[in-house]
Every structure is written in structure tokens, then in C-alpha cells.
């Protein structure tokens, strides 16, 4: 299944790398989100990827001049989420689609399923819970921030 622009988006419950369960439906009628899927934690363009949101959120969020909620995913465990989050001082959840192995990224048509990890697909939902701009790359491919910029403008 793919989720596409206008689709609803699917609901899903994911611990953060601290164990708290974090519930996407929790935004509705508060907060857009920004569902960010990438591969692996610790890896080189992951890393790259995640710091550049992690340098360039207030700009972004500004930018858009809405509410915009960072939720980054992907099947590492909470254990590794948390290492890795407390190394880089990521300031948005880290949840991990751990078990079952990669369900939310597969609701979301974003698994490679030869590959066992998440391709790079984000998607930005709206605080009706409707998907209103998603791009997907695939593992060795880096993601433009200045995409990002464009499509929270749009919101």
C-alpha cells in the first residue's frame, strides 16, 4: 500500500527513543507533522540528513508559519534511537518501527522489503491527519532541505 497526497494519513503508535509512546493522531487539530522515514540510525547520510533538520528546524518551522511536529522513523531499536539521539542532540522524537519489523514504514509504502529498512520518504500531514505533500528516494539518495522549505510554505 502507498499513501499519497490527499490520503489520510495512517494511524500509528511508535515508542521514542526515550520508551514513551508517541501516537500520531495525538497532533490532530494542533499540530502538522513532518513524518520523516530514513534506513538506519548511525549511518553517514541518515546522520547527514537528520542534523541538517536538526540545524535548520526553527528556520523551516518559521518558515511554514505553522506548528510543525519533526517525527523521524525507522527500525532500529529505542536502545540504538536513544544513543544515537543523545550523541547528535536531536530535539525531535526518534521512534522506532522496530516490531513488528518495519510495520508503520510498510503501511506508508515506504519498506524495502529485501533490505529490511525504510526508504527516504516524508511525508507532511496536515493537522486534519490528510497528507498534503510526500517525496520518497531511495536508500543511498539524501533528501533537499530545500524541498522541505517549499512544502511547509504550502501548509
Known sequence: MSVNVGDAAPDFELKDQHG??????????SRNVMLVFYPLAFS???TGELCALRDELSGLVAGAGADVQVLAVSVDSMFALR?????EGF???LLA???????TAQR??????AKG?????TFIIDTEGV???KVVNAIPDARDIDEYRKALAGL
Open 108 to 113: 506508508y509504502g515506504v519498506f524495502d522489503e
Open 91 to 93: 530535539s525531535f522524537p
Open 20 to 29: 514513551a509512546p508517541v501516537k500520531l493522531s495525538d497532533f490532530r487539530g
Open 83 to 87: 544513543a544515537w539521539s543523545d550523541q
Open 117 to 121: 529498512v525504510a526508504l527516504r520518504g
Open 44 to 46: 553517514g547520510v541518515c
Open 97 to 103: 518501527d522496530f516490531w513488528p519489523h518495519g510495520g
Open 131 to 133: 497528507v498534503r505533500w
